[in-house]
């Protein structure tokens, strides 16, 4: 539904409707146009149902005649560019040109793939644990996971119902942020705080690579799936509830500093189809912002010699290496320290840094700079 809103906007005439309604009426209208499971009758009365428990029953007929009277109009084809806010598709325009904007459009409106990723379990492990209950897999990109393969039409198991959840075999993430942990190159037996951790994926995958990891989180709202991540798939992570800003942390004394900083998350709305509705002109630049001082909170804690990596799952400049630029200029005691070797050459950029683009590399964005500080 969400990544069909515009469309369903324009033909419900929404305008004109009780906002309380919107949600409502875009369920209905989607199940009409594109489940061709759902009867129609069916669509158009539970959506009555809905409208009068949300809003009453003065509601009930107005939903009924908008849905019906769009229930004969049948699925529209959505030209390039009507599934995303205009500003953000010119926004991509004008940094990837026309063609390369239309191939990330598609890709948002895709549904994604589920690929996993080993934490307890070793790859092969868990390839035979999905293929002895008929679950087909293919190697994800660069190697990074295993992608499940579901036929045409069929239903994808839950993730919780696969061989290996409760075990903490494995963990759900797209090969992206795989790879991220693959470029920081961390030694193994080094000590790591990953100061942004929730939900947790990075503190599983540095911790399966070898690091000792302490991974903390300020937002509340997601510790909780932070301590679940760690209590299911980290063998040795210990969580901590800590505000990177005001962190418990003695200065300059941890080996590697992850900075998985909150961003727009432009690289990952396939995965998140309302963020693009969520979004405004303005984000990037409170984004870069805030990601500024976490960067320079998280240098604070880094002995010399040792790593600060940052990271991000956006696809825009401002928050990824505008960031990264402006940090360094500021403190010359660190510099950038890549590791192209531990990637394809076409996932470096000029700097040095790793950046996925999903028009280009199939996977989602995301973008990461490893920093070391001088000795």
Request: some cysteine.
């Amino acid at each position: 539904m969400l990544r069909r809103q515009r469309e369903l906007d324009t033909a419900l005439d929404l305008g004109r409707a009780d906002p309380r309604l919107h949600d409502v009426l875009r369920l209905g209208a989607y199940q009409l146009r594109w489940l061709t499971r759902v009867p129609s009758h069916a669509a158009v009365s539970t959506a009555v149902e809905l409208a009068r428990e949300t809003v009453g029953e003065g509601s009930t007929g107005y939903v009924n005649q908008a849905l019906r009277k769009i229930s004969g109009a049948g699925r529209t084809e959505q030209g390039a560019g009507t599934t995303h806010p205009d500003w953000l598709v010119a926004r991509w325009t004008a940094r990837f040109g026309a063609d390369e904007t239309r191939e990330l459009l598609a890709w948002n409106d895709r549904r994604p793939a589920l690929t996993l990723q080993p934490a307890r379990w070793s790859l092969e492990r868990l390839r035979a644990a999905l293929e002895k209950q008929g679950i087909h897999t293919v190697d994800a990109p660069c190697g990074a996971g295993l992608e499940v393969i579901t036929a045409p039409c069929s239903v994808l198991r839950a993730p919780r119902d696969l061989p290996g959840f409760a075990e903490g075999g494995w963990i759900v993430q797209d090969p992206a942020h795989a790879l991220v942990c693959r470029f920081a190159s961390i030694p193994r037996g080094e000590l790591v705080y990953d100061a942004c951790a929730a939900p947790g994926g990075k503190a599983v995958s540095l911790e399966a690579a070898g690091a000792r990891v302490v991974a903390g989180d300020a937002r509340r709202d997601r510790l909780q799936r932070l301590a679940d991540t760690i209590r299911r798939a980290g063998v040795a992570i210990r969580g901590v509830a800590a505000n990177l800003e005001a962190a418990p942390i003695r200065p300059q004394s941890l080996n590697t500093v992850l900075v998985d900083a909150p961003c727009s998350a432009t690289g990952t709305i396939r995965r998140h189809p309302d963020a693009r509705w969520r979004l405004k002109p303005a984000i990037f630049a409170r984004a870069a912002a805030r990601q500024s001082r976490l960067l320079a909170a998280g240098a604070a804690l880094v002995r010399p010699g040792g790593l600060l990596i940052y990271a991000t799952c956006s696809l825009e400049s401002e928050e990824n290496a505008g960031v990264v630029d402006d940090f360094l200029s500021r403190h010359p005691e660190f510099a950038r320290s890549p590791t192209p070797a531990s990637l394809p050459a076409e996932l470096i950029t000029p700097a040095g840094d790793f950046q996925s683009l999903p028009q280009r590399h199939g996977i989602d964005g995301a973008y990461a700079a490893r920093l070391v500080r001088a000795s």
